[in-house]
């Protein structure tokens, strides 16, 4: 499937920063409980992410990721998720999280 320039753009891709990261043994699949910092215009959002893998939460904090923000929220158990996580599956299928390779600064959007 194709999709116009117009379409992607209306994926919001920013970098955040891990602020807070904690299990999330009440989730169906392993995941971690996730707080970004995505800069001073959108703030902290919360994601849940099945990353148990490759990734502890002490591991996580201060690491820099990319999300997708726009998303509407959703109920993941009694955690609400905000924001999407972006990441991409190893060998194994197993998620290795997207990050900028050089410093940028949070909020900022990708293109």
């Known amino acids: ?14 970098v955040g ?6 299990p999330f043994p009440e989730a169906r699949k392993p995941a971690i409980k996730l707080w970004v910092d995505y800069g001073p215009e959108i703030g902290v959002k919360k994601s849940s992410a099945q990353i148990t893998r490759h990734y502890t939460p002490e591991a996580l904090i201060g690491r820099r990721v990319l999300g997708v923000v726009n998303f509407p929220p959703r109920q993941i158990g009694p955690f609400m998720s905000e924001a999407l996580v972006l990441g991409l599956p190893d ?3 197993e998620v290795v999280l997207i990050t900028p390779d050089l410093e940028v600064p949070l909020g900022g959007r990708m293109f």
């Open 17 to 22: 920063q891990v602020v807070q990261a904690e």
């Open 1 to 14: 499937m194709t999709i116009s320039f117009d379409d992607f753009l209306k994926v919001d891709i920013r």
């Open 91 to 93: 060998a194994d299928g």
